[in-house]
Every structure is written in structure tokens, then in C-alpha cells.
């Protein structure tokens, strides 16, 4: 079944205490993105990669590390979480361009609900 | 810069009312996507529709139609004879074109709105 998949579903975590995020698809996707979810703001791009070993910043990056070793994984590292990052956490992926070259569909997961006391 | 305003926070129906959720986007991008998610309770975003800018043919796909405006930069969404599993937060979405000024793709969301149907 093509997915992707997201671990740990839940935490909560104290300040300063380094964590990853892990986000993994089977679909063979170029194109994975790291997005937060805060209420009235929508979806907000964190970081974006468009193949292994390419990484970009997106909106909010401030905070935040990823790195593409691998094209199916695409882990969120934070390095000293703070309070304002508790927020639900989005990772998705898709194929970089279809043969028109046409922006593909992005495919996400289900979601990391991070706490940050 | 792109944006994506859904005016509307919260919509209440009864369950078989038709209902209709907006969104306008703001974009120089003469190519350009738009989408729709669903964000049911359980948490997860789930695909609805892709359209391109360049294409204004509206579509239905069963109970779901969405009416795409370039003259108004308008992208709404219609629930026909909504039902209680409705009920979610619906995302619209912008993308610019991989071949826009070399920048880069990014996905810029709306707020959000929160459809509640009551049985």
C-alpha cells in the first residue's frame, strides 16, 4: 500500500530535549516536505527536499533541522525543542514532476502531535 | 507572494443541506494548482482535488463539485446533501509551477474551515 508514514504519532517531550521525527514513503517520491499545522494559520512549509541531499528552507524553518540521506526518508530534527514549537506535524511527498512536467499531487501523512513542555 | 484566505472559520448544517466553502487565492504565477484536503477528526489530511490554472472546467465527483473562477481568484467548494461524516476541517491549497521564475514548488495553505454537520 502505498503511504506515508510518520513516527511517533504522539509526544510530549520538555524543553531542550533533542528529538527527530522520522517520515518515511514507499511511493519512490523525489519531492518530501515538512509542514506544521497551528490553529488559524493553517499549514505552514517547515523545510522542503527535492531529492537526496537537497534540502531547502520553507516558511518557518527557525528551529528546525532535516536531511535527505535516503530518498524515502525524511526525518524533523529539532534540536532544542521549545514551548512554540508544540504543534501537529505534517510530513508529505510527492513525485517531482509527471511527464508534462505538471506540479504532482502531494500525498501526506497522518500526523505527529508534539508537545513541548 | 502567494496566499490563500478561506474566510469562513466554522459552518454549521443539518445534515442534507447543501453547503459551500470558499476560498480565494492571491498569486502573480500565471500557471499555478489548486487543492482541496480533507482533515477529518482523526487527524490526517486526505487528498480531494487537483486543478490547473489553465483549465476553469468545473467539476463534480459525487456529492463533491468545485467551481473555479480565474476572473474572481476563486477555487469553492460545494458539499451536496452533506452528511454528518462531512464533518471535518477542509483545507484549500495553492502550488506554484515548477517552471515559475526557477523558484522552487511550495504548497501554501488557507486557514482552514471547520464544516460541522449535525444529524
Known amino acids: 500500500e502505498a503511504q506515508v508514514t510518520q513516527n511517533p504519532r504522539y509526544l510530549i517531550t520538555v524543553t531542550g530535549k533533542k528529538l527527530t521525527v522520522t517520515c518515511s514513503q514507499n511511493?519512490?517520491?523525489?519531492?518530501m516536505s515538512w509542514y506544521r499545522q497551528d490553529p488559524g494559520l493553517g499549514l505552514r512549509q517547515i523545510y522542503y527536499?527535492?531529492?537526496?541531499?537537497?534540502?531547502d528552507k520553507g516558511d518557518v524553518p527557525e528551529g528546525y533541522k532535516v536531511s535527505r540521506k535516503e530518498k524515502r526518508n525524511f526525518p524533523l530534527i529539532l534540536e532544542s525543542p521549545s514551548p512554540n514549537q508544540t504543534s501537529l506535524y505534517f510530513c508529505?511527498?510527492?513525485?517531482?514532476?509527471?511527464?508534462?512536467?505538471?506540479?504532482?499531487?502531494?500525498?501526506f501523512g497522518p500526523g505527529t502531535r508534539l508537545t513541548v513542555l | 507572494a502567494q496566499k490563500v484566505t478561506q474566510a469562513q472559520t466554522e459552518i454549521s448544517v443539518v445534515e442534507k443541506e447543501d453547503v459551500t466553502l470558499d476560498c480565494v487565492y492571491e498569486?502573480?504565477?500565471?500557471?499555478?494548482?489548486l487543492f482541496w484536503y480533507k482533515q477529518p477528526p482523526s487527524g490526517e489530511l486526505v487528498f480531494l482535488i487537483r486543478?490547473?490554472?489553465?483549465?476553469?472546467q468545473n467539476e463534480i465527483s459525487g456529492r463533491y463539485s468545485w467551481n473555479f473562477q480565474k476572473s474572481t481568484s476563486s477555487f469553492n467548494f460545494t458539499i451536496t446533501a452533506s452528511q454528518v461524516v462531512d464533518s471535518a476541517v477542509y483545507f484549500c491549497?495553492?502550488?506554484?509551477?515548477?517552471?515559475?521564475?526557477?523558484?522552487?514548488?511550495?504548497?501554501?495553505f488557507g486557514s482552514g474551515t471547520q464544516l460541522t454537520v449535525l444529524p
Open positions: 491549497a495553492l502550488s506554484d509551477s515548477l517552471f515559475s521564475s526557477g523558484s522552487a514548488r511550495q504548497l501554501t
Open positions: 527536499s527535492m531529492n537526496v541531499e537537497v534540502t
Open positions: 486543478r490547473n490554472s489553465f483549465d476553469e
Open positions: 508529505a511527498s510527492s513525485l517531482s514532476k509527471d511527464l508534462a512536467g505538471v506540479t504532482d499531487t502531494q500525498y
Open positions: 511511493m519512490n517520491h523525489e519531492y
Open positions: 498569486t502573480r504565477d500565471t500557471t499555478y494548482y
